[in-house]
């Protein structure tokens, strides 16, 4: 991010917290908080069983199920399902960057539309196409470097308004999945017990999406909840600590393909939405991920208040795995060195970010195991590699 | 009672340790402090060299044990308290500056006048505040003898100096910019002086304000109002609360007995 990005995406998280205030100091999302904290914990406890679970459920719900260990492995799956298609579409999901899929797809010339105007945007951004914040993606561009972006994408000069850009990009968008028979979306919260799949939106493209012929669903292992009831609180207390408000415009459940058994008793598949849902579970290192890890529900708080975020953006993260917590997942995900030049020595163990976190992650303790292993790795900075040695030498970190 | 002074205001903050050192010798406190000193550890356990800070540990743990042992670093203090006990199951009664400080001012034995007109504010060290919950004990240090003006992100909520962790040393220009930062929390406050009970916040929030008044000369120079390192309003002086309180005392009393 240049200073001028930083300076907006400060902007945006000052305007966020004062518009969170009031709900986050509500004792009934105090009261949210607790209930999901326990929900979180529990869940990944219980991870293997949640996913035998799931996968059962799904299965008697008649939606395909597949497990991938590895990105390649998800990848794959996606690919046999759309290999015929021209134009395949997609909703915002960290899971989704998480394996590439765009780049994937690109280079087997399929071509995939962004739905989500905030990462269209950032998709579109010809310089840097990471994310700022995991749900408001472009909050760092400001709207003439907006309005500059899309002008550029769609070959028109456009006013740097947002309602306009609004319209175009809606147009655009609406025009584009009129092609695609395929729609690909995340999840935010999986209910193993009822084999249901929650997601939460705003602008209504998920709910477009589930309506195509085939509606594929990625999400990590560790989005798994027992209950939908479950689901709705984890989403709720994401929504709360996101955006500030009380609940999104949308909350989506699928928990089956769409159907109708309304002639002569006999079931019929896709009335208006998917005829087949296929939903891929990804492992990507989830498994050996250490559990604190995972309780994560995909705020984004942590990175508004981190001091080391607010200073270098998302230099300090990993794709949409943003802040420190992002950057220990990347070393599940990927491996030391992808933590390591992710900004694993980047944080200043502060702990601010906990206090923030809605599930308390203890995100400085996390870096600072992680760093051992870095360490032995050879993943450290040279010059915590002079300050050891002088320690040892002559006691002093400034005395060789 | 052990002094140990710690790294930083042993060789970098020097100013630290010889104003707490003259503290314990005006309120007349039996101390001694290690001649050869060395690192507690803690910067290796924060960057991952777990078994350097063991080894380390087991340097100091001999001069440690059994004693009460006064540290000017939040640093130290975590590190005493918190990895001492938990690698090498040591308890240490280890008490902080800014804890010895508010005991002698309640027990009479620093007696001293408030200064009304002088406004500070108080920056948490993340590792004294957050980790260690002490919050109250320089806070009433400092409302004893001034006026206490808090930023709007103070105690639990304090944001970091940016220093930590090792960040110091593998990311100067990062660590600057956070403490920048800190400091603009400290300027809304119109205080005079920013306070805080870390060597290593004070190394840095104190480079940072140097930059920012070379950064404003050059500015003024090169007529370039542009640069958003560009906020000085008023001047700002950072101390750490020995070297606050030791001021104090010596200019009420217009210098130190045994010095
Ligand atoms: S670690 Fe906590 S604060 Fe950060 S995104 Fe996850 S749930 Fe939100």
Redesign the interface.
Known sequence: MNSKELETMRISFKKLNERRMEILNDPQTKKLQERVKKIREDSVNNMEELLEMAKKRFEENGIEVFLAENDQKALNIIYNIVKDEKTVSKSKSNTVSEIDLAKFLTDKNINLVETDLGDRIVQLNPTDKRPAHPIGPALHLNVKKIAEIISESLGQEIEPEPRIIMELVKANVIEELSKCKIGITGANSVAAEDGSLVMVHNEGNISLLTLMETHIVLVGIDKLVSTIEDSISVIKLETAYATGTKIPSYINVISAPSKTADIEKRLLNGMYGAKKVVVILLDNGRRDALKECLWCIGCGSCIVACPVYNAVGHEFGYKGYLGGRGVAMSKFIKNEKTSFDSGLYMCTLCGLCTLECPVSTPTSELVEKLRINSQKAGFYPKAHGVIKKNIKSSGSPFKS | MLYFRG?VA???ETNISKSTEAILREVGIDFKTIS????CGS????????E?AK??MQ?NIDNLKGQKVLVSCAGCYKTFKEDYKEILGVELDVIHTSQLFKDLIVENKIIIKKSESIKVTYHDP?HLG??CYEYESPREVLKFISSLVEMENNR?????C??????K???PE??I??AQ??LKDAEKTMASLIITSCPFCKLNLNQAYIANNNNNNNNNNNNNKQN?KYYKSHDLEVLDLSEFLLKQITSQSGGLKNE
């Open positions: 790294c042993r060789e970098k050869n000193e060395i690192c910067v290796l356990m924060r960057t991952g060299f777990l350097e080894d380390q340097k993340c957050r980790h639990e909520n304090s944001r970091c940016g220093s930590g962790g090792g960040v040393s593998a990311f990062i660590a910019n956070i930062e800190r958003h």
